[in-house]
């Protein structure tokens, strides 16, 4: 995974690739503390504005593959159950010690979620209470049973954790709820 990029930063790079995506990065957040957020990059027809409450799902595990520690992070905007879903992987025990996203979510409340359309504007700015805590929680006492990997490492792990499931709708059924 990339360092840490500003917002901006982290639009202009989603910018590059295809609409659809989405990304992690990190966030001083009332000017106390960081936290992870997520910005999702897409047609504007997908990120219609919500109601009040937002229909936000998140979907998460913990996999060793070949004792690297992937963490996909799958997010699902909409009440519909074919709503789009976008797939982000956070590297637990980055060898540059990439892990404060985890470290992050152990401890936040809430999690932020930055929509922003094809034409790279800000569309609407999500909070929902953080479902991730748990896992990154767990994930984080385990961190001492595994070596730091690096980023070629990770990779490697994560494409064959796609392996297993063949695409994202196949990995967020696999998820499962939770």
Not at 29 to 34: E, R, T
Not at 35 to 47: N, P, Q
Not at 96 to 102: A, D, F, R, S, T
Request: proline share 4%; hydrophobic share 40%.
């Amino acid at each position: 995974m990339t360092p840490d990029l500003s917002i901006a930063d982290t639009v202009s790079f989603l910018r590059r690739g295809p609409l659809g995506n989405a990304r992690c990065t990190r966030e001083f957040v009332d000017s106390s503390q960081w936290e992870t957020v997520w910005v999702v990059y897409d047609e504007s027809r997908r990120l219609t504005p919500m109601s009040s409450v937002p229909a936000v799902e998140f979907r998460a595990g913990a996999f060793d593959e070949g004792g690297v520690v992937v963490v996909p992070v799958l997010l699902r905007l909409g009440l519909e159950a074919r709503g789009p879903i976008y797939d982000t992987y956070i590297h637990a025990y980055d060898i540059e010690g990439g892990n404060l996203y985890l470290q992050d979510l152990a401890r936040q409340e809430a999690i932020r979620m930055h929509l922003y359309d094809e034409q790279a504007r800000l569309r609407d700015t999500l909070t929902v209470a953080n479902s991730l805590r748990t896992l990154a929680q767990r994930v984080l006492e385990r961190q001492y049973a595994y070596q730091p990997s690096t980023p070629a490492a990770f990779e490697y792990a994560r494409d064959k954790l796609y392996d297993a499931h063949v695409d994202v709708q196949g990995l967020w059924q696999a998820l499962g709820r939770g």
